[in-house]
């Protein structure tokens, strides 16, 4: 199980920290991403961190936002800066446990997702 959390009401210019707490490692997964879902709109990649691949993210996030992750604490993060109002969305963490070719490695439909998304608004 996932639990995402760290959303909620910014004004465009600010920052948020998302949060993925896994309930068991996650070592067992190959990559681990968070995608976003504006109402309306399909649900979209955002960064991709691999276990022996380059973190990738989409174009109109690059320079703004950061994925991490702490094995620890079996936690992914998004560190999203620079906030704009086409960041409006419900955002999730989708994990895979194989190996994505690059292309597809942003693609929504290539991950599982367990548990809900957190609401991330931006509006002055």
């Known amino acids: 199980q996932l639990q995402a959390s760290g959303g909620g009401l910014v004004q465009p210019g600010g920052s948020l920290r998302l949060s993925c707490a896994f309930s068991g490692g996650i070592s067992d997964y190959y990559h681990i991403g968070w995608f976003r879902q504006a109402p309306g709109k399909d649900r979209e990649g955002v960064a991709v961190?691999?276990?022996?691949?380059?973190?990738i993210y989409r174009d109109s996030v690059k320079g703004r936002f950061t994925i991490s992750k702490d094995n620890a604490k079996s936690t992914v993060y998004l560190q999203m800066n620079d906030l704009k109002p086409e960041d409006t969305a419900v955002y999730y963490c989708?994990?895979?446990?194989?190996?994505?070719?690059?292309?597809?490695?942003?693609?929504?439909?290539?991950?599982?997702?367990r548990g809900q998304g957190t609401l991330v608004t931006v509006s002055s």
């Open positions: 989708g994990t895979r446990k194989g190996r994505i070719i690059l292309s597809a490695r942003l693609s929504a439909a290539q991950y599982d997702y």
């Open positions: 961190i691999s276990r022996h691949d380059p973190t």
